[in-house]
């Protein structure tokens, strides 16, 4: 089955961190910005971060910037985010994505434009 699978996620005390996995099953990320989402209960879907097939091409949204840092590893066909000073709202289920029309990373982060969505991993911050 061509997707992502998440891991990583769990339940974690305001400012702690965490680190999140999405691993490609099928295909390869080479040549593709790879995106992490995220969707809490009762709102859409939120672009939270991207990579770029150079490294050094990585978007982050507003809500998450300076907390935030997305990493690849196009041998293992894994991509990582890693969440420090976790807060309330950033509760939600966290899913990658691969953009199959561009191998860079633009200033929005449009769900459409992605495809092989994973199940998803739970992140939930509360004391």
């Known amino acids: 089955q061509v997707q992502f699978v998440e891991s990583g996620g769990a339940l974690v005390q305001p400012g702690g961190s965490l680190r999140l996995s999405c691993a490609a099953s099928?295909?390869?990320?080479?040549?593709?910005?790879i995106g992490w989402f995220r969707q809490a209960p009762g709102k859409e879907r939120e672009g939270v971060s991207c990579?770029?097939?150079?490294?050094?091409?990585?978007y982050y949204s507003d809500s998450v910037k300076g907390r935030f840092t997305i990493s690849r590893d196009n041998a293992k066909n894994t991509v990582y985010l890693e969440m420090n000073s976790l807060k309330a709202e950033d509760t939600a289920v966290y899913y990658c994505?691969?953009?199959?029309?561009?191998?860079?990373?633009?200033?929005?982060?449009?769900?459409?434009?992605?495809?092989?969505w994973g199940q998803g991993t739970q992140v939930t911050v509360s004391s």
């Open positions: 099928g295909f390869t990320l080479d040549y593709k910005a």
């Open positions: 990579v770029g097939h150079d490294v050094r091409n990585t």
């Open positions: 994505a691969a953009n199959l029309m561009r191998s860079a990373c633009i200033l929005t982060m449009t769900p459409h434009e992605y495809a092989k």
